[in-house]
């Protein structure tokens, strides 16, 4: 993952990063929201998005979206739309922003609030790159908006709290399917039945 500084590149703002897909690429703005990718848990769930099969026309929920950059991501990657969700009034500007900055604004729809500000809708893919004690939380709220074989992207997670969100996920008919194990955290893939 190859995370480049661009100062007054193409028209950008001075400050505005390059996030690189491989095939596509997210710009962010200087923003005051958490998520410029390189965290070991962003750039996990970069890795993770880059090599997911089926992203095209996916619905994408993206609960604590920060700066945005996981739902653009997954934007860049062929998803149709995002709702994304965050308690942070900082984060849903910095969303709304990068958004803009990356000629997405029609296609992501950023809410001040939490799982429950997203409705009921159902969504193919669920991003959840947040605390494990807030991934624990949320996660029956989470479980109950993925579509029927919807996946699940949940990172920042200690290792420590990793077997405790892996038996609720089995409890809610959700089964991990590839565990990353970084440096202090892991990241899980998980997929509904």
Known sequence: MTIAGILG???RPSG???VDLGTACVWLGPARAFGSGGHETTASCLEVLRGLPGL?????LD???GTGVLGLAALALGARSVVAVDTE???IAATRENARLNGMSDRVVPILGDVLAAGRARFDLILANLYGDLI???IDEMVARLAATGRLLLSGIRWEERFEIQAALGRLGVEVHRTLMLEEYVTLLARGH
Not at 56 to 60: G, P
């Open 9 to 11: 590149s193409a028209g």
């Open 56 to 60: 095209a026309d996916a619905r994408v």
């Open 89 to 91: 009034a900082d984060s």
């Open 16 to 18: 505005t990063s390059r």
């Open 136 to 138: 624990l939380a949320s």
């Open 63 to 65: 609960v604590g979206c």
